[in-house]
């Protein structure tokens, strides 16, 4: 098993370009998840999907767009790139489970994450 | 909105000495994970508490988790300088999502 993979490992766009992430599983995980990683913030959740077909916005959306046609792919585009945007991202995703309140996430598996420079 | 708050944020400590890394978070939650993430890497997955009073072990690192606190930790005996990371807490939100720490950046010192 590949586990999660990402691509491309690393890109540079200048400002106003447009571009997508590539997300992808082998372990039938129906959450999947894009976090955004900078320096002394940790990490933030930027969109989510609970199953295929499904998105959710994190803490940080805006700027964002995601699909998830394929239960197995988590797509993350940007549509007109920022300065602001520079960053690395991860991808992770995890199986259903139940807790005390009903479904809930497990443990979050981890791409390798793509750094991404917006000049 | 769920605040997960580390500390310290940074710490250096000599090889062969015990702390401990403290994680409080501002919300009722259930599910409090630990991560490890190498320089340049992604991260791995620790340990999943799921209970008040639960403890998780492997090695050198020791985990717990008081709800009621709303506090985990994350102890280290003995540090070995293969122990040097950072370290994240995330706590569950809402059943679907979590909430990350800024993390502690751990430097071992020989």
């Known amino acids: 098993n590949a586990g999660v993979t990402q691509t491309p490992k690393f890109r540079v766009l200048k400002t106003g370009q447009s571009m997508t992430l590539l997300c992808a599983q082998d372990?039938?995980?129906?959450?999947m998840y894009w976090y955004r990683q900078d320096p002394g913030m940790g990490l933030r959740l930027i969109h989510y999907?609970?199953?295929?077909?499904?998105?959710a916005k994190g803490e940080v959306p805006d700027g964002y767009n995601v699909s998830r046609l394929k239960k197995q792919n988590f797509l993350l585009g940007l549509e007109s790139a920022a300065p602001s945007q520079t960053s690395v991202y991860f991808c992770?995703?995890?199986?259903?489970?139940?807790?005390?309140?009903?479904?809930?996430?497990?443990?979050?598996?981890f791409g390798p994450g793509t750094r991404l420079t917006v000049l | 909105e769920l605040k997960v708050e580390q500390n310290p944020l940074f710490l250096s400590m000599q090889e062969g000495k015990n702390y401990t890394i403290y994680c409080n978070y501002s919300?009722?939650?259930?599910?409090l994970y630990w991560y490890r993430q190498d320089p340049g890497k992604s991260l791995e997955s620790l340990f999943v508490?799921?209970?008040?009073?639960a403890v998780k072990q492997e090695g050198r690192l020791m985990a717990s988790l008081d709800t009621k606190a709303r506090l985990s930790t994350l102890h280290i005996t003995a540090a070995v300088h293969d122990l040097s990371a950072t370290y994240f807490c995330?706590?569950?939100?809402?059943?679907?999502?979590?909430?990350f720490g800024t993390g502690t950046r751990l430097t071992i010192i020989p």
């Open positions: 992770a995703s995890s199986f259903r489970t139940s807790g005390r309140t009903g479904a809930s996430t497990d443990t979050q598996y």
């Open positions: 372990m039938n995980h129906e959450y």
């Open positions: 999907s609970v199953g295929e077909g499904t998105t």
């Open positions: 919300t009722t939650s259930d599910r």
């Open positions: 508490l799921l209970s008040n009073g």
């Open positions: 995330a706590v569950e939100v809402g059943n679907e999502k979590l909430t």
